[in-house]
């Protein structure tokens, strides 16, 4: 990517949201990588990513080390989970100890961005034009971007040929929720399973139910919308009709992945992380769009990482910094992560295009990233997770039978908008 020379001073936290921050930090680890991360050697610059199950030796940290190498120094990489890496970044800004580089799920990029403790990509002398517009707008917070997808990933329709073939049905005939129901009572008249999904009372519960509320022309700040209502009794409506088994209320991704493997059903909704493990499951499998209500792409929420830059006491450590990032978003960068992930889509066209010449069968996970958008789009910001979880809890509700789709919907309306004020 292109740069110019410029370099930030470094700006002070907001006092008032670094004190709310106080208290989401108290869960996070009090191990000793986060009290030295602000370090002054400029031999070493200090990153921090969410993949612990990626240890030292593995092809992510050997990639990580060598974009250090190109830079000319040393990378000193701390792991955690995400959500202790989300507490312990906002501690790091309060008490001055701020790694030099963070890879951070997308939703959080806007609650480090509101306390003013990342530097833009224009203070860095980064461009990101060729990012595609809908994957970098998790980033973009009130006009500016703070940091670049390093990929991303999505959610598609996942499903098993047999059980199709067997019921008479064309994956290529399901087009909108009316065909897709369809396909459902075909499968389940036929003796096996139909669809299964996760609607567990957690953001993975949102994350799953965004594509059918998206795909009925719904809005987050509305919540309540007849839109939403019918999106919430498309799901309903399958497991009322046995279309959908009642453990989606309590099924993770992991644990609905596996209902899948198990071969018993038609569909199963997942990300573009469960490629491998399709492709070695012990039947064909294939894979469709989540379609909208009436025809097309419904719109998926983006998963995966933005590498962004907490801003530094020395300035001078910025240069390094943009070399480091430039090294990871490169066109042949992102391939690189793609490959090593082998669930990431890059975000650029030319990102996208190297990727298909080396793994043509990615060409729908690639269309669906294209179609798809960010929690946080829309300029929610902060304001997402105060409106996901009442989300969840509705989609709970309704599911479980105690309220109907409606009741449950308004309720988290009026949640949410407490939640956020409005």
């Known amino acids: 990517m292109h740069h110019t020379r410029r370099t930030p001073a470094a700006r002070t936290v907001s006092a008032g949201i670094v004190a709310a921050s106080v208290v989401l930090a108290t869960a996070c ?4 990588g986060a009290g030295a991360a602000g370090g002054q050697d400029a031999e070493t610059y200090t990153w921090w990513d969410p993949y612990p199950q990626h240890t030292e030796g593995s092809a992510w940290a050997e990639r990580v080390s060598a974009c ?11 792991p955690s989970d995400t959500t202790d890496l989300t507490n312990r970044a906002l501690l790091a800004a309060q008490e001055g100890t701020s790694p030099d580089i963070i890879l951070l ?6 609650t480090l961005a509101d306390t003013g403790m ?3 990509v224009g203070e860095l002398g980064l461009e990101v034009g060729e990012v595609d517009e809908n994957l970098l707008a998790p980033g973009v917070v009130d006009g500016k971007t ?15 040929a047999e059980i199709l073939q067997d019921a008479g049905v ?14 459902l009572d075909k499968v389940t008249g036929n003796g096996d399973k139909g669809i299964t999904f996760a609607a567990i009372g957690t953001e993975e519960g949102s994350f799953q139910f965004l594509p059918w509320f998206w795909g009925s022309g719904a809005d987050l700040r509305d919540l309540d919308s007849p839109d939403a209502v019918e999106a919430l009794e498309l799901w309903n409506g399958w497991l009322k009709k046995g279309y959908a088994p009642d453990s989606v209320l309590t099924n993770s991704q992991n644990t609905t992945w596996e209902e899948f493997l198990t071969g018993e059903f038609a569909f199963g909704v997942n990300g573009t992380w469960q490629v491998n493990s399709a492709a070695e499951a012990g039947f064909e499998t294939g894979v469709i769009q989540i379609p909208a209500q009436d025809g097309g792409v419904a719109p998926a929420p983006t998963g995966g990482e933005f590498i962004v830059a907490p801003l530094q006491t020395e300035s001078d450590r910025y240069d390094v910094t943009r070399q480091i990032v430039e090294c990871m978003t490169t066109p042949k960068g992102f391939v690189e992560t793609a490959t090593t992930f082998a669930y990431y889509i890059p975000p650029t066209a030319e990102g996208q295009e190297a990727l298909l010449e ?3 069968d990615l060409e729908p996970w ?12 829309d300029n929610l910001g902060t304001d997402y997770p105060k409106i996901s979880e009442p989300l969840w809890t509705a989609v709970q509700k309704a599911l479980s039978g105690s309220a109907a789709p409606a009741e449950a919907l308004k309720q988290a309306q009026a949640d949410a908008q407490a939640a956020t004020g409005e």
């Open 29 to 32: 680890s009090s191990g000793g």
């Open 358 to 360: 080396q793994e043509p």
């Open 105 to 110: 799920d997308n939703p959080a990029v806007p």
């Open 68 to 78: 250090g190498e190109k830079a000319g120094v040393q990378i000193k990489r701390t």
């Open 170 to 183: 064309d994956p290529e005939s399901v087009t909108d929720w009316a065909s897709l129901t369809e396909a």
């Open 146 to 160: 703070y940091g670049i997808p390093i990929g991303a990933n999505t959610l598609a329709i996942y499903y098993n």
């Open 366 to 377: 690639v269309q669906a990233v294209r179609d798809a958008k960010g929690r946080t789009s």
């Open 118 to 120: 990342l530097a833009t």
